[in-house]
């Protein structure tokens, strides 16, 4: 098997911001695999926020590639998944865009999508948040109208006037709304009192109210709360997820936190075991690593895989929207196709 990669900037159609800053464009690596005539595509997605950089990103993909230049067939993916995994502690995105590649070139061989390949009830199309980064009012208007069709809008929030922004929000749609704090408030009593006022504003639930050190208050606003609590910087894998004690209602999964579809789905699992409430979400990646999640938005209690729709120079082809709604390609693998422009070289390594 060949493992061939390539650096890329995403670019925003606007400039993307949240509570700690503002950015342009975020950096990701394709990765590619091939065997025989099958082609596998994978996604390393690294905003700054995840801690992850290209060059720690392109070491490990030097490793896996040393593991995966001797296989010659595919016959026990998640073996390979867990060997990948062991090469180093860290580099979840890295891992992820191997699982995903891998994923993509066994469902391609097998003439099967993803979700057909673990016996996984058919995916129907779902409607998906837009998320809305933090704005001057009149771009924030512009973004609301250009988010017509969506019937959810995700709002990034997390300063210290939320109430202005969302009243502001609420003069031009009374869309049903999810507010991503990212770690913003510190108050435990004011955050409750925002619960509730956020319920009487339409909002369907909180991401990651408060910071990932502050467990017991979040136990304590959860247990309180009349809307759901979602961690996301709280949570990136599955040890993550069976150490919460309360502190959420549920937990936003993303492909470049867990280390890709493969503990994505134990993590599916151990919250419907245990009544955990399941957001399939996603880093700002394009449509490579949102089309891989996407095979598994017959599980979820909410979907949020906007990112692809954020950019101006997707090189792929993969989920489809229309009226707000996601919807899988017909093809086998995670669905996907490069664009023919802007065009990858994907023998031109660095
Ligand atoms: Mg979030």
């Known amino acids: 098997m060949k493992l061939t990669y390539k650096t890329f900037l995403l670019e925003f159609k606007h400039p993307f911001g949240v509570s700690s800053n503002t950015r342009k464009e975020t950096p990701t690596i394709f990765i590619q695999l091939e065997l025989n005539d099958f082609k596998g595509y994978g996604e390393a997605c690294l905003p700054v926020y995840l801690g992850e950089t290209t060059h720690e990103a392109l070491s490990f993909l030097e490793k896996a590639k040393m593991v995966l230049e001797k296989i010659t067939a595919v016959d026990d993916l998640s073996k390979l998944i867990v060997e990948i995994n062991l090469l180093d502690k860290n580099n979840n995105a890295a891992k ?3 699982d995903i590649a891998l994923h993509d070139l066994v469902g391609k061989i097998k003439k099967q999508a993803v979700w057909q390949l ?3 009830p058919e995916v129907l199309p779902r409607a998906t948040s837009l998320t809305i980064g933090i704005d001057k009012e009149e771009v924030l208007i512009q973004k609301i109208k250009e988010a017509e069709e969506f019937s959810i809008l995700k709002i990034k929030a997390g300063t210290d006037n939320d109430k202005d922004l969302i009243q502001l929000i609420r003069r031009y749609t009374r869309k049903p709304l999810y507010v991503d704090v990212n770690q913003g408030w510190k108050d435990k009593e004011r955050v409750l009192d925002m619960m509730f006022w956020l319920k009487e504003q339409n909002v369907i639930l909180v991401e ?8 017991k208050e ?24 069976q150490a919460l004690n309360g502190e959420f209602s549920g937990v936003n999964i993303k492909l470049m936190k867990c280390t890709g579809i493969s503990e994505a789905l134990k993590m599916i699992d151990y919250c419907k075991k245990n009544k955990q409430l399941v957001l399939l979400g996603c880093m700002a990646e394009s449509s ?13 209690d909410y979907i949020d895989l906007d990112a692809p729709l954020l950019y101006k120079n997707d090189p792929f082809e993969g989920v489809k929207y229309k009226n707000g709604y996601v919807f899988l390609s017909d093809r086998p693998g995670i669905g996907l196709e490069p664009k023919k422009d802007p065009e990858i070289i994907w023998s031109d390594n660095l």
């Open 218 to 241: 979040m136990t304590w606003v959860t247990e309180r709360s009349p809307i759901p609590t979602i961690a996301d910087e709280s949570v990136k894998r599955l040890k993550d997820l």
């Open 96 to 98: 992820a865009a191997i």
């Open 208 to 215: 990651q109210p408060m910071p990932v050190e502050m467990k």
């Open 288 to 300: 490579c690593a949102t089309s891989a999640m996407a095979q598994l938005m017959g599980y979820a």
């Open 118 to 120: 673990y016996d996984l």
